[in-house]
């Protein structure tokens, strides 16, 4: 049999318990014995819970529990999460986490730790919650050098540029609608200004690259910019905005990492996936394009990806399933350095200004007569920001071209 232990019963650990009980004869099929819960660390008693009884609040009593091959990581932060951690790989026993931020932070250590111990740090639900994409870079695609990932992994910010997009509303409205229907939190900043994309992506690229991609170091801009006119414009171009968290291999072997709104071309595979669904496109060498969409939040489908990993674990005991993820930093391109495509959209007074500026192709809405859009061939981030802002307040905004 084996033996698991959840830290953190909240939203995913619940979850987590619930699969692997209500699935129960599958879940043990899969792993090859049978499976049971019998740990759950909290900081509370869950008196009237069916698996109330199973809680508990010292760590030690899971560490030194000899009969314990698995621990879920599900209760988030990089305090007592990354000891905790820490402390069951050098007890020998594997950790399945959907704890982002921790992998994002000190992914490389863990594996190695896990490496040197003889058991597993795996973390498919980290990115892209109950969607398979860790496992799919590690093993379906080990064949492949991988050129780009592109995705839209923040569910939250998806919603609301979606309800921007199709009701015409204001980021702050959709704001509030996402906060009610608990699709944000009441302090959005982690979402809406990238920071949780950041995070994901970290830990894409450095999967990407095999080398560590630190999310210092990975250009973030998030949606709280984007307004109302940038979407009318968008539409008359046959285009959405979608935030976009973008890894890339440049020519010079150089990662480009950035997390930034994009304007999307309304047939790109991208420019489809709505509301709180998530997506991530890769491109690799040899298979070309290929797309791993779904559910990138939310209890159960976030719980089926950990659970996932214990079954994988359960597998492979006394065995580290490989995974390339040096401590070594990668080289990260300087953004600032690279080419892109711009739309700008600038004060109507302003044009031969802009036009004398930004050669390119000028977009005017009908019945619009205050500003106009513009967008660019491709150049310098650099120049561009010199140029945009040479402009002063009457440049109006600028989204990149994915
Ligand atoms: N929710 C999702 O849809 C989702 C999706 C993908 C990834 N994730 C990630 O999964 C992790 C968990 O998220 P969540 O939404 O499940 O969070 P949550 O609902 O807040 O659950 C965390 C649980 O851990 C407990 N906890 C915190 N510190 C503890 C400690 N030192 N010892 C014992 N228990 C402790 C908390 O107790 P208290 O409530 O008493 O503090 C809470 O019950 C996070 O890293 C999150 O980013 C979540």
């Not at 695609?141 to 015409?168: F, R």
């Not at 976030?302 to 996932?308: C, E, G, P």
Request: proline share 3%.
């Amino acid at each position: 049999m084996v033996k698991v232990a959840v830290l953190g019963y909240g939203t995913v650990g619940s979850g987590v318990v619930e699969v692997i009980e209500s699935n129960n004869a599958q879940v043990s099929r899969s792993a090859g014995e049978e499976m049971h819960v019998k740990y759950i660390l909290d900081l509370r008693d869950f008196p009237e819970d069916p698996y109330g009884d199973r809680v508990v609040h010292d760590i030690n009593l899971i560490l030194e529990d000899p009969e314990i091959s698995i621990v879920c990581e599900v209760m988030g932060g990089t305090g007592a999460a990354y000891q905790f951690s820490k402390q069951a790989l050098e007890a020998g026993k594997s950790v399945c986490t959907s704890n982002k931020e921790l992998v994002a932070k000190h992914g490389p250590e863990l594996l190695a730790l896990a490496r040197e111990h003889n058991c597993n740090y795996l973390f498919e639900a980290s990115v892209g919650g109950g969607i398979p994409v860790i496992r799919p870079i590690n093993s379906s695609l080990t064949a492949e050098k991988i050129l780009s990932i592109q995705g839209i992994v923040n569910g939250t910010t998806n919603y609301i540029l979606t309800k921007m997009g199709s009701q015409g509303a204001d980021f702050e409205d959709v704001l509030k609608q996402a906060q009610e229907l608990g699709y944000a939190e009441r302090n959005p900043e982690a979402d809406v200004e990238g920071h949780d994309a950041c995070r994901k992506l970290a830990i894409l690229s450095s999967l990407m690259t095999g080398k560590n991609v630190d999310s210092d170091q990975i250009y973030t801009e998030g949606i709280t910019r984007i307004t109302t006119a940038d979407f009318d414009y968008a539409k008359a171009a046959g285009m959405t905005i979608k935030l976009l968290a973008i890894g890339r291999l440049t020519e010079e072997g150089r990662v480009l990492a950035m997390v930034a709104p994009f304007l999307v071309g309304n047939t790109h595979p991208l420019a489809m996936v709505n509301d709180v669904f998530n997506a991530i496109f890769i491109t690799g060498n040899m298979l070309g394009d290929s797309m791993y969409y779904g559910r990138g939040a939310g209890k159960l489908p976030t719980a089926s990806a950990v659970v996932s990993d214990v079954i994988d674990c359960a597998r492979n005991q006394g065995r580290t399933i490989p995974c390339f993820w040096d401590s070594e930093s990668a080289e990260v391109a300087d953004v600032s350095e690279t080419e892109q495509r711009y739309f700008l959209r600038v004060k109507a007074s302003a044009k031969a200004e802009a036009e004398a500026a930004f050669p390119g192709r000028i977009l005017e809405l009908p019945g619009r007569q205050e500003d106009f859009g513009l967008f660019t061939g491709a150049m310098k981030e650099k120049d561009f920001n010199e140029k945009y802002s040479s402009l002063g307040d009457r440049a109006l905004g600028r989204i990149r071209l994915a």
